[in-house]
């Protein structure tokens, strides 16, 4: 029976990877991933497989999750090995349930390698971290959905991020003025530190501020 790797690329710096991840990579004959990595640098694990790439971007052009598990069990069926590359670790936002569900419906056997998010990435580039004893002992990987009305429990980042010590709010840039106003309406104080963080473990832009400068003049 054949077996899809669903596989943590890290945040995207190949050197981050795990050697259960390259090594799973060097054997694949197919691989589809994400948009935020380095492909070029991953590629040389697998000079001679199949590449697709399936990323999602906000705002942009994006891959649609259904195709992306129809080529899963397509590519398997057919009797090829097939890495499924997904940015950070799988489990933490990687849309990890439904590739899971579409392969096990279809007979396959899977594997799940964990990856380094990119949560833990962000504080190794600023040298930060997550929890301090007597300050911080709750982190809280979230998604906000800031003026959005899709789903009943939209709001309950907001809720979470008041709750805890240490808050993670992945893909929320473009946001993050609105976010920091509603953390403030929130009840959460002005002189909370953010650091934003683009690009984890590799080039992009590092800001230190405030709750409220963020608030005030975004990003």
Not at 33 to 61: F, Q
Not at 194 to 202: G, K, M, P, T
């Amino acid at each position: 029976m054949a077996t899809v790797y669903l596989v943590g690329a890290g945040p995207g710096d190949p050197e981050l990877m795990t050697r259960k991840a390259w090594r799973l990579l060097g054997e694949a004959q197919v691989v589809l991933h994400d948009a935020l990595m380095d492909v070029d640098g991953m590629h040389a694990a697998a000079p001679h497989a199949i590449w697709v790439n399936v990323g999602k971007r906000c705002e942009g052009t994006s891959v649609d999750q259904a195709f992306i598990c129809r080529s899963l069990v397509g590519y398997a069926k057919r009797g090829l090995r097939v890495v499924r590359l997904k940015g950070g670790d799988p489990t933490v936002f990687g849309r990890l349930s439904e590739e899971l569900e579409a392969c096990r419906t279809a007979g396959l056997n899977v594997e799940v390698v964990p990856g380094v998010t990119s949560a833990c990435a962000a504080a190794a580039d600023l040298q930060a971290s997550l929890t301090l004893r007597g300050v911080s002992r709750s982190v809280a990987f979230v998604t906000p959905r800031v003026g959005r009305k899709e789903h009943a429990l939209d709001n309950e980042w907001l809720q979470v991020s008041l709750a805890a010590q240490t808050v993670v709010l992945y893909m929320a840039g473009k946001q993050a003025g609105r976010i920091a106003q509603e953390l403030i309406a929130g009840g959460k104080s002005v002189t909370t530190p953010v650091c934003v963080v683009e690009n984890a473990s590799s080039i992009g832009a590092r800001f230190r501020m405030s709750l409220s400068e963020l608030a005030r003049d975004g990003l």
